[in-house]
Structures are given as structure tokens and as C-alpha cells.
């Protein structure tokens, strides 16, 4: 949080993506993943004590979090028309950070696995349109931390907290 902060100027922002959902008759279900977040500051120097110094060179962060994951949908509500769910899955993130003035060793490149656990509920518009609103946190440990404003914040899982809505197309 810390890290990005001092980067961003802020630790959220809006996520895109899709994904593929299969649907098991009786409630178990298989989902495959992808999402981008990608955000623009400024690289930063942090002193010991936390103050944060900006540099005036521009950077852009980006993580591509890959997700697949298990889960069981729960018998329907309110005339089948509310599905809640619940699953948990593996998680493999790219973490890229980025910058125009960069030496060639200063840009960071990498991947990085971990873990998520999510739930939710779909609620079916039509036979073939449903809109699905889900919360999922991620872990993502030992991913930063080596340098940098996150070394200095003690930092280094690039996991946290995401609320989704997402336009289900099918049944």
C-alpha cells in the first residue's frame, strides 16, 4: 500500500479483464482469468524514516494477476434468479514497472505466484445475460521487497483486495 502510494499517488484503481467460466451440473464450477491494472506517477527516492522524495521521472506500473480457480455455486435464490459462490485458486502475477528514461537494468520485468480465495453472487437479467459482483483477495508473498520504496516500507506481497463486477455472457 505504502509503496504504491508513493508511486501512484494512490493504492487502488479500476482492473479489466475477463475470463472463462465452466459451470458443472450440481454446483462445482472451473474459472480461468485474466486482469490488468497499469498505473502512472513518478519513481521515487524514500529515506529511513519513510519521508518520500520524488524524483520528477516518470513511471508506469502495471500487474497482470493470471487466475485460475475451483469453486462450488451454492442452489439458487429467490426463484434461481441469485446464485451465490465461493472458490479459491492459484494466482500467477507479472509485476512490470517501467520507465521512459530508464537505464536498461532499471526497468523490472517478473512473475510471481500466489493465491486467492473469492465469493459472490450471480444474479441471472435474462436466460443468457447475468451480472456477477464478488469480492477475492490475493496473496502474492516474497514478490517485492528486494529495493526501492518497498524495501524501505518492509513491503513485499503484491496481493490485497479486489470488488468485481463483471457481465456474464451464457448460462
Known sequence: ????????????????????????????????????FRGDGERVFVATGGEV??????ATIT?????????WRFRGLRGRRVTPYLGAGFTSMRYEETSEFAD?????????????VTGGAEVRLH???ALTGDVVWTAV????????????????????????LRLVIGR
Open 1 to 36: 500500500k505504502e509503496s504504491f502510494d508513493a508511486v501512484l499517488d494512490t493504492h487502488s484503481g479500476p482492473i479489466f479483464g475477463g475470463g472463462l467460466r465452466l459451470v458443472i451440473p450440481g454446483g462445482p464450477y472451473l474459472e480461468v482469468g485474466a486482469w490488468r
Open 53 to 58: 522524495f520524488r524524483l520528477g521521472i516518470p
Open 63 to 71: 500487474l497482470t494477476p493470471l487466475e485460475v480457480t475451483a469453486g
Open 104 to 116: 536498461s537494468g532499471e526497468n523490472v520485468s517478473d512473475r510471481f505466484n500466489g493465491y486467492h
Open 127 to 129: 436466460r443468457w445475460v
Open 141 to 164: 508473498p516474497d514478490a517485492i521487497g528486494g529495493a526501492g520504496a518497498s524495501q524501505v516500507f518492509e513491503e513485499d506481497d503484491l496481493g490485497g483486495t479486489s470488488f468485481r
